[in-house]
C-alpha cells in the first residue's frame, strides 16, 4: 500500500478533522502517501484531489467542520459512475480509500471496494444511526450541544411558565433526542422508535404543574411529527403556552468533545493500519470500549438498537 486517499461523506458531524489528522499523520509516520478528496464522491468524480503532508492537517484537532468538504453525489450513485470513480482512484495512484461518514457514504465504500479499490469505512455522524457501533464521531458533541440547549431554554421556560417543544436532528434515529433529553432533564422524549400519545404528555405537563413545576421540555426527534401542531395542541388541552424551537444545523457545528476527538483519532489512525495489511470492505466501530471492524455489508445492516432502558429512565426521572 503506498497511497492512501481520504473522503467525507453525506452530512459532516464534528470530529471528522480530528480523524482526517490521525489517518494523514499515521499515513505520513509510514512512509505512505495521502491525498484528500473534496467533497465527498461528488469531489472524487471531478478529481478534486490533492497530495496532504504534515502541515495539511495542522491546527485541525479542534475545528468543527471538516476540511475536506462534503456533498451528496447523484452520478456516484449508479454502476457507470461508481466504475468511473474507480478509475479515477487508479488513475490517481490510490490504491486505498478511507471513507468518513454514514451508511449512504459507507455504501460507496463498499462498491468501490468490489471494484478492486481497498476500501475502509469510519462512522462519522451525529445521528448515531449505525447499529454495529456503540458511538458514531460527532454524536457526543450533538448531545453537548442539544443538552446545552435544553439548559437555556430551561431558564427561559421556567421564568415564563412555559412549555418547549425542541426538534432535535437524528434522521430515523431517536438517540439524540433521547440522550440529550436524558442529559438535559427533558420531561418528555418524542423518538421514532416509540409510538407517543398526546395525551401521556398531557398528563405530565398537568401533574408538573400541580406539583410547583414551572417549565416543561419536550424532546421531538426530527420526523416523527409536526412541533407546532404538537405544540398547539399540547397548548389547547394543557392551557399552558407551549413554544417550539427548532435547533437545526447548529447541532451539526462546534468544536468536538473530548470524546469525539479521541474517537476521530483512534479510528483515523487505525483505519490506516488497515490499508496498510492491505485489508478492504471494512468498517470500524467501538463497542465496549474498544475498537472493532465488521465486514461494510455488516455495518451498513445491523439495525440500530434502541436503549429502553435509557428511555424508561428518563421518563421515570422526570415525573
Ligand atoms: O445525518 C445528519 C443529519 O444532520 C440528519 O440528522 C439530518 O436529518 C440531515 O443530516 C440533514 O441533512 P442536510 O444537512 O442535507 O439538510
Known amino acids: 500500500m503506498n497511497t492512501i486517499g481520504i473522503l467525507t461523506s453525506g452530512g459532516d458531524a464534528p470530529g471528522m478533522n480530528s480523524t482526517i489528522r490521525a489517518a494523514v499523520r499515521t499515513a505520513l509516520n509510514n512512509g505512505m502517501r495521502i491525498k484528500g478528496i473534496r467533497n465527498g464522491y461528488d469531489g472524487l468524480m471531478k478529481g478534486d484531489i490533492y497530495e496532504m503532508n504534515v502541515s495539511s492537517v495542522a491546527d485541525i484537532i479542534h ?127 418524542i423518538v421514532p422508535e416509540h409510538e407517543f400519545s398526546i395525551e401521556d404528555i398531557v398528563e405530565k405537563m398537568e401533574h408538573g404543574r400541580k406539583r410547583g413545576k414551572l417549565h416543561h421540555l419536550i424532546t421531538l426527534a426530527e420526523g416523527v411529527g409536526d412541533p407546532y401542531s404538537i405544540a398547539k395542541e399540547l397548548e389547547e388541552k394543557t392551557g399552558i403556552e407551549t413554544k417550539v424551537t427548532i435547533l437545526g444545523h447548529v447541532q451539526r457545528g462546534g468544536s468536538p468533545s473530548v470524546v469525539d476527538r479521541l474517537l476521530g ?45 435509557l428511555y424508561e429512565l428518563a421518563n421515570n426521572l422526570s415525573k
Open 63 to 189: 475545528k468543527g467542520g471538516t476540511i475536506l468538504g462534503t456533498a451528496r453525489s447523484t452520478e456516484f450513485t449508479n454502476e457507470e459512475g461508481k466504475k468511473r470513480g474507480a478509475q479515477i482512484l487508479s488513475d490517481y495512484g490510490i490504491e486505498g480509500l478511507i471513507v468518513i461518514g454514514g451508511d449512504g457514504s459507507f455504501k460507496g465504500a463498499k462498491a468501490l471496494s468490489d471494484l478492486g479499490i481497498k476500501t475502509i469505512g469510519i462512522p462519522g455522524t451525529i445521528d448515531n444511526d449505525m447499529g454495529y457501533t456503540d458511538f458514531t464521531i460527532g454524536f457526543f458533541t450533538a448531545m453537548e450541544t442539544v443538552s446545552d440547549a435544553i439548559g437555556k431554554l430551561r431558564d427561559t421556560s421556567s421564568s415564563h411558565g412555559r412549555a418547549v417543544v425542541i426538534e432535535v436532528m437524528g434522521r430515523h434515529c431517536g438517540d439524540l433526542g433521547l440522550y440529550s433529553g436524558l442529559a438535559g432533564g427533558a420531561e418528555s422524549i
Open 265 to 309: 483519532s483512534t479510528m483515523g489512525a487505525h483505519a490506516v493500519e488497515l490499508l496498510s495489511e492491505e485489508k478492504t470492505n471494512l468498517a470500524i466501530g467501538y463497542v465496549n470500549g474498544k475498537l472493532i471492524e465488521v465486514s461494510i455489508d455488516e455495518a451498513v445492516n445491523t439495525k440500530s438498537q434502541f436503549d429502553e432502558h
